[in-house]
């Protein structure tokens, strides 16, 4: 709980102000830490104290002349007493605290905009630190939230991820529609779905809260945020490399350089990561596929021209050029093969292009200015100046087969500039919080190129005809009937047409959030935004160069063959007025012991969906949140738990379909189901048994389902299923275990364990398209040799299989696909500190 400062009057006594700086072992400031004067030599008792700024600095005033026990302390860190002498001529204080040699790490977070122990944050809050998420091998999203109760993360492709947070999923990447889960690196959101993933290096540390957090991560955090805070600069020089290779052609490097430029003032950090692994799945009329391949790089300068100023800039960079993703069909084998997504696959040839490998071609970069200006020990003028685009190009297989009927192309941009503007006090006395103004703006679109040879096309649209033949073969229709005239039209061998949505949002937010502590144990917390957005829709097809002849009475598509053309480009504007807010109660049942209930509203913006058929504005999907939970950390830091119970509402449920209309037309958009409603139930536990032995566990139960009927009172088509990749129960758990060999020599094993119970890939809960509850053994273990460390590790110890994604748009022409998961990987790393 924050420290309530009550100054005693000292009677003709004189007092001067006593500064400082709170230091790290290393020499980098430490913010957050509180330092306070405990006892006086004439007996006054204080406590006066402050909490250090960004920069570490720390300033009491009112301080009586003469001796005083100076104390200063901070999570994960020893406390320090020391006994100080207060006079006219007293000199600014350096303290630097020692790490506990026996402490959890990830005990802090930033969610709230100041930092603060993980306990008095009313929401259920996961923090890892970076060195945790290198020691069990985390560098993807998806491995990640493994270990996160309450957070799955799909990755397709990088290009394809899907952030599901108790239930509910962001994964759209229609330029229209907004995310639900924010993503949030370095304090500037990059939740737009096609630009989200990024790997996960170099961290200090990455915070997921969960249940509606608009007040603190703005409008795309209708259900949650996931937090990403990569290392700045420091005042110290490091240097550490790390290169390995594994099975599948891994190879695999990563590493950063630090050091001073200016002492005390300026200092550079650099960064980067290489990843490439060969596809697992192989393909008989292309490359392998299912393989990864990325490179990445950081580059974070900070300048501290005054005690109170810190300046961040950090510019990031990383371009995925992976194989392609195996959308393999369940429905039709290739030659000699057989369905199983996690044997050989034969996608067909591109029936236009020579080349006709599938492939992944993206390229994300950004630029972020950071600016915290301390106007006061309790005011800090906070400034985040961001500019970040996204260019990606997928080719992919839609109907997974050898047949040349669904050859697709992702080709998606966005571009965006934000910046806010933050005042936060930060107070030992009752009351802390921030407040301020953000301006957002996006642009981006989505383009959809579709090839096929029609004669394969005519055959998967024919429900008389197999796509493919009992010998493997794709089966080719020449010709089919002309329904006016009962002539036969000879089909095309090749055809090419394509959709483009486009979508921009200007946006501009107020927000205002604050605790104030009523008692010594009860603190109250409410927060308010309000968002003004200018959105625009469009929507363009053209009509092909050479005009289908299958959309005349087959499809309707005319004179294309799927995407039915608008004339031109298509477009809708509105403006939207919104808020969300939180009001929450925690009260310490204990010094370590934390209790906490929460009543939120969450929001997802409205959705400008245009298409040939004209505009149509689908409401804003809300949700009421409720949540009650308790959570601690005990034993000296030593011991971490939470244990949370949640309940939602959603109105205007928002889900997207891919489908064949009535009228033959192959539509993609978003739509309105109505009511949902879920209850569930997260914990965890971290805990520090020896300094040798660290054992991790969590459990997540959700109940996430539509309700029997909308707002009317009327059945709903969805009524009582599954929300899609929402496991009920999820679980995870590991150990891990250093032993000292000799005071130069360290060994450690590092085994863990993930299971998922039964998911569905799609709202209607097909039981085809679903899997099984699954559990996967991972193990890490070697050597530290003088700063030098060997390492060998296994993934996927079992060889477990399943599938990770399933129906997809071959779904929607009665041919769904699927997505094997990771085979086991193994390999060995080697790295260097210096």
Do not use: C
């Not at 040699?101 to 990830?106: H, I, V």
Request: charged residues 20%.
């Amino acid at each position: 709980m924050p420290l309530l400062i009550v100054s005693s009057p000292v009677q003709a006594q004189e007092t001067r102000a006593v500064t400082g700086q709170v230091l790290t072992p290393d020499g980098n400031s430490l913010p957050g830490a509180t330092v306070r004067i405990e006892r006086s030599e004439n007996g006054n008792e204080g406590p006066l104290g402050d909490q250090t700024n960004a920069n570490g600095n720390f300033r009491i005033e009112g301080v009586p002349t003469g001796k005083h026990d100076l104390v200063a302390s901070f999570v994960g860190y020893q406390t320090l007493r020391r006994e100080i002498t207060v006079g006219p001529d007293t000199s600014p204080l350096t303290i630097q605290l020692e790490a506990q040699t026996l402490a959890l790490e990830g005990l802090t977070v930033t969610s709230q905009k100041r930092v603060q122990e993980v306990q008095e944050i009313p929401a259920a809050v996961s923090s890892y630190e970076g060195d945790f998420l290198d020691d069990i091998g985390v560098q993807q999203f998806d491995r990640f939230s493994d270990f996160v109760p309450g957070l799955q993360v799909q990755i397709q492709s990088p290009n394809n991820p899907g952030f599901v947070v108790r239930g509910i999923t962001s994964d759209d990447g229609d330029a229209r529609v907004q995310p639900r889960v924010s993503v949030y690196q370095n304090g500037v959101s990059i939740s737009k779905s096609r630009g989200s993933v990024v790997e996960l290096y170099d961290l200090e540390r990455v915070e997921v809260l969960k249940g509606p957090q608009g007040t603190l991560f703005g409008r795309a955090a209708q259900i949650g945020a996931v937090n990403i805070i990569q290392h700045r600069a420091e005042n110290t020089q490091s240097l550490r490399i790390e290169g390995g290779i594994g099975n599948e052609n891994e190879r695999y490097f990563t590493g950063h350089v630090n050091a001073p430029i200016v002492e005390n003032q300026l200092f550079l950090r650099v960064a980067s990561l290489y990843n490439r692994r060969d596809g697992v799945v192989s393909n008989k009329t292309g490359d392998a596929l299912n393989g990864k391949e990325t490179f990445a790089s950081r580059g974070s300068l900070r300048w501290l021209p005054t005690d109170g100023t810190v300046v961040d800039v950090i510019a990031n960079y990383q371009r995925d050029t992976p194989p392609g993703t195996s959308f393999k069909s369940g429905s039709f084998a290739p030659p000699a093969g057989t369905t199983d997504p996690a044997t050989a696959a034969a996608m067909g040839p591109d029936p236009v292009l020579e080349d006709d490998d599938l492939f992944l071609d993206r390229t994300v970069w950004d630029v972020t200015l950071l600016v915290d200006q301390a106007l006061s020990s309790n005011v800090t003028l906070n400034s985040t100046t961001a500019y970040r685009e996204f260019d990606s190009l997928e080719r992919f297989d839609a109907d997974g087969t050898a047949a040349p009927a669904l050859q697709f192309d992702e080709d998606a941009e966005g571009k965006q500039f934000s910046q806010e503007v933050r005042v936060t006090y930060e107070s030992t006395g009752r009351f802390s919080g921030f407040g301020g103004a953000n301006f957002f703006w996006e642009d981006g679109s989505q383009r959809v190129p579709f090839r096929t040879d029609e004669r394969s096309f005519a055959a998967l649209l024919n429900p008389d005809v197999p796509l493919i033949q009992d010998n493997g073969q794709p089966t080719l229709i020449p010709s089919i009937p002309n329904p006016e005239t009962g002539d036969q039209i000879s089909l095309k061998e090749s055809h090419q047409e394509a959709y483009t949505n486009y979508g921009s949002t200007t946006a501009a937010e107020v927000f205002l959030d604050g605790t104030v502590d009523v008692t010594e144990a009860l603190s109250v917390t409410a927060g308010l935004r309000g968002t003004f957005e200018n959105m625009t829709g469009e929507y363009e097809v053209t009509n092909s160069e050479t005009p289908g002849r299958l959309g005349g009475g087959l499809t309707g598509a005319s004179p294309n063959n799927l995407f039915a053309p608008t004339g031109g480009r298509l477009s809708e504007s509105d403006t939207f007025w919104s808020a969300v807010g939180r009001l929450a109660a925690d009260y310490a049942i204990t010094e370590d012991i934390n209790s906490y209930a929460t009543l939120s509203r969450g929001r997802r913006p409205n959705v400008i969906e245009v298409d040939e058929d004209g505009a149509n504005i689908l409401d804003a999907e809300t949700v009421w949140s409720y949540e009650a939970g308790i959570k601690g950390i005990s034993l000296n830091d030593r011991l971490e738990y939470s244990l949370s119970g949640f309940a939602y509402d959603y109105s205007n449920f928002q889900t997207s379909v891919t489908e064949l209309n009535d009228e033959g037309e192959f539509v993609s958009r978003p739509r309105d189901s109505g009511k949902a409603s879920a209850l569930g139930l997260e914990t965890s536990v971290r805990a520090a048994l020896t300094e040798d032995v660290t054992v991790f566990s969590n459990y997540a139960f959700i109940d996430a389902t539509f309700d029997d009927t909308d707002e009317d009172g009327d059945p709903q088509e969805l009524a009582g299923n599954q929300f899609r990749l929402t496991p009920r129960h999820s679980v995870s758990g590991g150990v891990n275990v250093d032993y000292s060999i000799t005071p130069q020599v360290n060994a450690f094993l590092r085994p863990s364990v993930r299971y998922k119970s039964k998911v569905y890939f799609e709202e209607e809960n097909s039981e085809n398209i679903s899997q099984d509850g699954y559990a996967v053994v991972d193990v890490r273990g070697g050597l530290n040799v003088r700063g030098i460390r060997i390492e060998g590790y296994v993934e996927n110890v079992l060889d477990k299989e399943f599938i990770i994604d399933g129906g997809n748009t071959g779904a929607a022409f009665g041919t769904p696909t699927f997505i094997a998961g990771d085979p086991r990987f193994f390999g060995v790393r080697v790295s260097a500190t210096f």
